[in-house]
């Protein structure tokens, strides 16, 4: 495994959040203008980055936050509800996530961008008839898992 210092860019939005998770991690790492300057692979960069968007989403609640790959991957779901000593979960709002939106089930099947309120928008799927809708992240309601 190649590990050399490697930038992750950040913004206003996310810095704090990848702040907490080198820090939670105990990960080397120096700040600098674009980012932060971090000692770790290429694949461990994604995942400082899916734990930073989770710790972002969970924002105080006791409820932990888990990205789809993560709950794909029984396994480490398993050893990270033991870890925090809870057997339920929410799904990261991302691709392939599943959300409430109105009382109504959907699942996230893309990410837009930005709206001109700077909020993030979601493309989802109203599973009981099929129609997509164009969604900001306030408006969905993360389902909470159970294992």
């Given at each position: ?39 770790c692979s290429a694949n461990e960069t994604k995942s400082i980055i899916s734990d930073a968007r989770c710790e972002r989403q969970r924002n105080g609640s ?83 898992g159970w294992l």
């Amino acid at each position: 495994m190649n590990k050399k210092f490697r930038l992750l860019k950040t913004n206003k939005d996310n810095r704090e959040s990848i702040r907490y998770v080198l820090n939670r991690d105990n990960r080397s790492f120096y700040g600098v203008a674009e980012g932060f300057m971090v000692r770790c692979s290429a694949n461990e960069t994604k995942s400082i980055i899916s734990d930073a968007r989770c710790e972002r989403q969970r924002n105080g609640s006791s409820i932990p936050v888990y990205s789809q790959s993560t709950i794909e991957n029984k396994r480490k779901l398993n050893r990270l509800m033991y870890l925090n000593g809870q057997r339920c979960y929410q799904p990261l709002l991302e691709k392939g996530a599943s959300v409430l939106k109105d009382g109504n089930p959907c699942r996230i099947t893309d990410y837009l961008g930005r709206n001109e309120y700077d909020e993030p928008v979601y493309r989802v799927v109203n599973l009981s008839n099929g129609t997509e809708i164009d969604s900001v992240d306030y408006e969905l309601e993360p389902v909470i898992g159970w294992l």
